[in-house]
């Protein structure tokens, strides 16, 4: 079945530093792939997705790159701000199909 | 466009009471319908989707039931609660055969005493 593997949390860093989360996946066929965002106390809002392999979602500053021969879908971004503080879930999808497979999430700490 | 309502927001139940937990989307019809669980520190769980009125289907067995009454509406319920039924109940929509992209509401903290 599909599967969704992130690096384990929390992700401490200093404001204005890089940022990379790891996340990997196993699919049986040709999924999409996102990063939803969780801030404290509230839903998750979709970040940014790609469709197909080769593809760069990007938003915020964020960007992830769906790469098929490493099976990975890494989030970046060059320089975070406090305010990015949340909890970060990568994820694939069909079209048509019944639901997502999440990752177990990663908790982003930015520090002043 | 699209939004998305759930309430309450927060619910403080004790051990064997009922619930009931309420969704809404506006701006769209015919949508798929999600009910996801979020345990504390844990990754997100589905506990039932539908995809039209009356048409429900449940992934975990348990004491937790969902209905669709009406097109934009999902209800998720239970006559007894358990500890373990405490998380954070997301709701989430997407677009009736067409993009897999889900959105989400803003969630409810359910709490068990």
């Known amino acids: 079945g599909d599967s969704v593997t992130q690096m384990e949390g929390p992700v401490t860093l200093s404001e204005e530093a890089f940022l990379t989360i790891n996340c990997t996946y196993t699919?049986?066929?040709?999924?999409?792939l996102f990063w939803y965002v969780q801030y404290p106390g509230e839903g998750l809002q979709l970040l940014l997705k790609a469709t197909k392999a080769d593809d760069k979602g990007s938003n915020k500053g964020f960007e992830a790159t769906y790469r098929k021969e490493t099976t990975s879908f890494h989030l970046e971004k060059g320089s975070v701000q406090v305010s990015d503080s949340a909890v970060y879930f990568c994820a694939l999808g069909y079209t048509g199909r019944r639901a997502l497979t999440f990752g177990s999430g990663t908790r982003l700490q930015v520090q002043p | 466009s699209q939004t998305i309502h759930q309430w309450p927001a927060t619910l403080v139940q004790p051990v064997g009471s009922p619930l009931s937990l309420e969704c809404t989307v506006e701006?769209?019809?015919?949508?798929?319908l999600y009910w996801y669980r979020q345990a504390a520190g844990r990754g997100l769980q589905l506990l039932f989707y539908s995809v039209g009125i009356g048409q429900i289907s449940s992934e975990v067995p348990q004491n937790l039931s969902a209905s669709r009454p009406q097109d934009r509406q999902f209800i998720l319920s239970s006559k007894k609660l358990l500890l373990s039924d405490s998380g954070f109940y997301l709701c989430a929509w997407t677009i009736t055969g067409g993009t897999d992209t889900q959105y989400f509401g803003p969630g409810t903290r359910l709490t068990v005493l």
């Open positions: 699919a049986t066929g040709y999924p999409s």
């Open positions: 701006g769209t019809s015919n949508p798929n």
